[in-house]
């Protein structure tokens, strides 16, 4: 037996994505992870999952002995360059795949009981070159089979996991180990076990179980652990945040204008206004560098491009539609907007038309009564706080003097730890030459190979209610129902409409809520794609009318009830009835539902008739969701190929329906000329 590690990976054969003991997806910190220059055995077991009482029924899935299985590992899937890691089945030496010996405690992986084992070598060029670039990363791991006689590759599972420096490995410089963290259980365990709070006047003494006026702390205790510490019952204040710039880590050429000569960047965060800020309200600020320099060339690699000087300019108003425009905050401008640009500006309000007003300065602060640096002479009250050798400190008590925070834990809690001098967020460094190539602008590239922009795992099994809860729109009756927006789409991945598409397939799932049926509702649903313009910033965006769905209508039989009795006989007509249907009528219980259609002229219901009587009129409504398709070409959708846009649908106002439904953006098929 091969002495690799073995790392577990349990499968949903349904969607292809990586699940947990409870049937649940796994995500961002319960990712797998894999290190540079190491060699493991990935233990694939794919299930079948299913649900009974809200509770996950796992099975093992059977899997095809007779596909030709390939894994790999990728961070951009650009057919222009090699895979991260590549797994292969073959008939040699090279064969990567079901190693004999290569399961759990020496066993071989058994496809018939759903197992599959990868060996996985991260020893590659391609693995280092994708640890070593700039900014945040997804890296995706994809399994796909060949059936016997064809040439056409299927996804058997496609999810994400994390890829990591090995500590003092060549590639770069050693990254400390991860520490212990909550798994999703525990997490869920922790927070369902129901809190025990205290109450205290002085935060130290005389705690009790219920709270009385003069009680200024609280403390709470869960699942019989040691208390929490105390925390103080105060109303937070009004906060104001300030940005200014200077062109190195002590402040020189302090600005509040940005400009591609001021590469530092400083905030100050206060409980008051300042009219116009200077250079000594940010005396004890921290200046991070955010526009970089240019990098050095690299030693290997051919020459990267060069990049590109990149500005950010902020604006400020006083709502979401900019009015009020000004580049000096203050307190009744409480939006902010942000443009980029490769080349400088000096902004005026045009600039920021089609941008995203975000409101930044809430009604109320956070409580905390900044005091400046730490000094040991000066007298501090409770919840006073103050930054001692780069760390900020919260007073823990009313009379605090002479305390050092770093040392005087009964005194102070550390609420922001120094850390290191942080790099450019979003707009990045420029461009560093050589081996890891230039940073550049984030110029988006197509994804290939999907025949669907926005596919749906769940779609498939679309009349299971459960599936639509993952990916739903609610709208109540009195719901305000929006027809066009000006909001940036979120939710929904970036595409690039592929070529040869010449229209789009929506498929949308309709299912009523709150214990209502159909009854011949229509609703009319839009579509807005949002542009990406100049790869950098958005284009404005076009409501498009998608279609019109009309839902079932009620059926309105007669029959007999019996008092005390869940049969109903002599019904006029039980064609258009079916088990699960909401009934309604004299002598029927409220949410009573047709459990079962015996005859041409029977049913049974839910609960017994509260009355016997003859030729009842009866309203049955369907409940079940409801599949909805309609194909609309590019050129009505305002779209043309190459475009990289973002989705999000509306239900128009003038839709008639009374009561609650639920709209499922189910996805979008590329139809090809």
């Given at each position: 037996?091969a002495?690799?590690?073995?790392?577990p990976?349990?499968v949903?054969?349904a969607t292809?994505k990586?699940?947990d003991?409870?049937?649940?997806?796994?995500?961002?910190?319960?990712?797998?992870?894999l290190?540079?220059?190491?060699?493991v055995?990935?233990?694939?077991?794919f299930y079948?999952?299913?649900?009974?009482d809200g509770?996950?029924?796992l099975?093992?899935h059977?899997?095809?002995p007779?596909?030709?299985?390939s894994?790999f590992?990728d961070?951009?899937f650009?057919?222009?360059?090699?895979?991260m890691?590549?797994?292969?089945?073959?008939?040699?030496e090279?064969?990567?795949?079901?190693?004999?010996s290569?399961?759990?405690d020496g066993?071989?992986a058994n496809?018939?009981?759903g197992?599959?084992?990868?060996r996985i070598n991260?020893?590659?060029?391609?693995?280092?070159?994708?640890?070593?670039?700039s900014?945040?990363?997804?890296?995706?791991?994809?399994?796909?089979g060949?059936?016997?006689?064809?040439?056409?590759?299927s996804?058997l599972a496609?999810?994400?996991?994390?890829a990591e420096?090995?500590p003092?490995s060549?590639v770069g410089?050693?990254?400390?180990?991860?520490p212990?963290?909550?798994?999703?259980?525990?997490?869920?365990?922790l927070?369902?076990?129901?809190?025990i709070?205290q109450f205290?006047?002085d935060g130290?003494t005389?705690?009790h179980?219920?709270?009385?006026?003069?009680d200024r702390?609280y403390r709470e205790?869960?699942n019989?652990g040691?208390?929490?510490?105390?925390?103080a019952?105060?109303?937070?204040t009004d906060a104001f945040?300030?940005v200014a710039?200077a062109?190195?880590n002590s402040g020189?050429?302090?600005?509040?204008?940005p400009?591609?000569?001021?590469?530092?960047?400083?905030?100050?965060h206060?409980?008051?206004?300042?009219?116009?800020?200077s250079?000594?309200?940010?005396?004890?600020?921290i200046?991070?560098?955010y526009l970089?320099?240019?990098?050095?060339q690299?030693?290997?690699?051919?020459q990267g491009e060069?990049?590109?000087d990149a500005f950010?300019?902020?604006?400020?108003?006083?709502d979401?539609?900019?009015t009020?425009w000004?580049?000096t905050p203050s307190?009744?401008?409480?939006y902010?907007?942000e443009i980029h640009?490769?080349?400088a500006l000096?902004?005026?309000e045009s600039?920021?038309?089609?941008?995203?007003w975000v409101?930044?300065l809430?009604e109320?602060?956070t409580g905390?009564a900044p005091?400046?640096?730490?000094?040991?002479?000066?007298?501090?009250t409770?919840?006073d706080?103050?930054?001692?050798n780069?760390?900020y400190?919260r007073?823990l008590v009313?009379?605090n003097?002479g305390h050092q925070?770093?040392?005087?834990?009964?005194?102070?809690?550390?609420?922001?730890?120094?850390?290191?001098?942080?790099e450019?967020?979003e707009?990045?460094e420029q461009g560093?030459?050589?081996?890891?190539g230039?940073t550049g602008?984030?110029i988006?590239?197509a994804i290939?190979g999907f025949s669907?922009l926005f596919p749906?795992?769940d779609f498939t099994?679309?009349?299971?209610s459960a599936?639509?809860e993952?990916?739903?729109?609610?709208?109540?009756?009195?719901?305000?129902?929006?027809s066009?927006s000006?909001?940036?789409?979120v939710g929904?991945p970036?595409?690039?409409i592929?070529?040869?598409?010449?229209?789009l397939?929506?498929r949308?799932?309709f299912e009523?809520?709150?214990g209502?049926?159909w009854n011949g509702e229509?609703?009319?649903?839009?579509?807005?794609?949002?542009?990406?313009?100049n790869?950098i910033t958005?284009?404005?965006v076009?409501a498009?009318?998608?279609?019109?769905f009309?839902a079932p209508?009620a059926?309105t039989?007669t029959?007999?009830t019996?008092?005390?009795?869940?049969?109903i006989s002599?019904m006029s007509?039980?064609s258009?009835?079916?088990?699960?249907m909401?009934?309604?009528g004299?002598?029927?219980?409220?949410?009573?539902?047709?459990?079962?259609v015996d005859?041409?002229?029977?049913?049974t219901i839910?609960?017994?008739?509260?009355?016997?009587?003859?030729?009842?009129?009866f309203t049955c409504?369907?409940?079940a969701p409801?599949?909805?398709e309609?194909t609309v070409s590019?050129?009505?959708?305002?779209?043309?190929v190459?475009?990289?846009v973002?989705?999000v649908?509306?239900i128009?106002?003038s839709?008639?329906y009374?009561?609650?439904?639920?709209l499922?953006?189910?996805?979008?098929?590329?139809?090809?000329?």
């Amino acid at each position: 037996m091969a002495n690799f590690k073995r790392i577990p990976v349990m499968v949903d054969a349904a969607t292809g994505k990586q699940i947990d003991e409870f049937g649940s997806v796994v995500r961002d910190n319960d990712f797998f992870r894999l290190l540079f220059d190491e060699t493991v055995v990935l233990c694939c077991q794919f299930y079948d999952v299913s649900w009974i009482d809200g509770e996950a029924q796992l099975t093992e899935h059977s899997i095809d002995p007779d596909l030709t299985l390939s894994a790999f590992g990728d961070n951009e899937f650009d057919y222009l360059t090699s895979f991260m890691f590549l797994s292969e089945q073959t008939e040699d030496e090279n064969n990567m795949v079901n190693i004999a010996s290569d399961w759990f405690d020496g066993a071989t992986a058994n496809p018939a009981n759903g197992q599959l084992s990868f060996r996985i070598n991260t020893n590659t060029t391609r693995f280092a070159e994708a640890l070593n670039s700039s900014g945040l990363q997804n890296f995706y791991f994809c399994i796909t089979g060949i059936p016997s006689g064809q040439t056409d590759k299927s996804v058997l599972a496609y999810f994400r996991f994390k890829a990591e420096n090995r500590p003092s490995s060549s590639v770069g410089a050693p990254v400390s180990g991860d520490p212990e963290y909550l798994n999703s259980q525990e997490v869920q365990a922790l927070v369902k076990s129901a809190p025990i709070f205290q109450f205290s006047i002085d935060g130290a003494t005389d705690w009790h179980d219920t709270q009385v006026a003069a009680d200024r702390y609280y403390r709470e205790q869960r699942n019989g652990g040691e208390w929490s510490e105390a925390i103080a019952l105060i109303k937070p204040t009004d906060a104001f945040v300030y940005v200014a710039y200077a062109s190195d880590n002590s402040g020189a050429d302090f600005n509040t204008t940005p400009s591609d000569a001021l590469k530092y960047r400083a905030e100050i965060h206060v409980s008051e206004e300042i009219g116009t800020p200077s250079a000594s309200d940010f005396s004890a600020s921290i200046w991070v560098k955010y526009l970089g320099d240019t990098g050095a060339q690299g030693e290997q690699g051919i020459q990267g491009e060069a990049g590109i000087d990149a500005f950010v300019y902020v604006a400020y108003a006083s709502d979401d539609s900019g009015t009020n425009w000004n580049l000096t905050p203050s307190v009744s401008l409480k939006y902010r907007a942000e443009i980029h640009s490769i080349t400088a500006l000096t902004p005026v309000e045009s600039d920021f038309s089609g941008t995203t007003w975000v409101k930044y300065l809430g009604e109320n602060g956070t409580g905390v009564a900044p005091q400046g640096t730490y000094n040991s002479s000066t007298t501090y009250t409770l919840n006073d706080g103050v930054t001692y050798n780069g760390s900020y400190y919260r007073s823990l008590v009313l009379t605090n003097l002479g305390h050092q925070p770093d040392t005087s834990t009964g005194y102070w809690q550390e609420m922001v730890a120094k850390g290191d001098t942080g790099e450019q967020g979003e707009q990045g460094e420029q461009g560093i030459q050589g081996e890891q190539g230039a940073t550049g602008t984030n110029i988006l590239t197509a994804i290939s190979g999907f025949s669907y922009l926005f596919p749906d795992p769940d779609f498939t099994d679309y009349a299971n209610s459960a599936n639509i809860e993952s990916n739903r729109g609610d709208y109540g009756a009195d719901a305000a129902l929006v027809s066009t927006s000006s909001n940036e789409p979120v939710g929904y991945p970036l595409c690039k409409i592929p070529a040869d598409t010449a229209s789009l397939k929506f498929r949308e799932v309709f299912e009523p809520e709150n214990g209502y049926g159909w009854n011949g509702e229509t609703v009319i649903f839009k579509g807005e794609f949002k542009k990406m313009a100049n790869n950098i910033t958005w284009s404005s965006v076009t409501a498009v009318d998608i279609g019109t769905f009309t839902a079932p209508s009620a059926e309105t039989p007669t029959g007999d009830t019996t008092l005390d009795s869940a049969v109903i006989s002599n019904m006029s007509d039980t064609s258009g009835l079916a088990a699960g249907m909401i009934i309604s009528g004299s002598g029927i219980p409220s949410g009573a539902t047709i459990a079962s259609v015996d005859s041409s002229t029977q049913i049974t219901i839910s609960d017994n008739a509260t009355a016997t009587a003859s030729t009842v009129s009866f309203t049955c409504k369907s409940t079940a969701p409801q599949l909805y398709e309609v194909t609309v070409s590019l050129a009505t959708l305002g779209l043309a190929v190459g475009d990289v846009v973002n989705f999000v649908q509306r239900i128009d106002s003038s839709s008639t329906y009374t009561n609650d439904i639920a709209l499922e953006f189910a996805e979008i098929e590329v139809i090809t000329s």
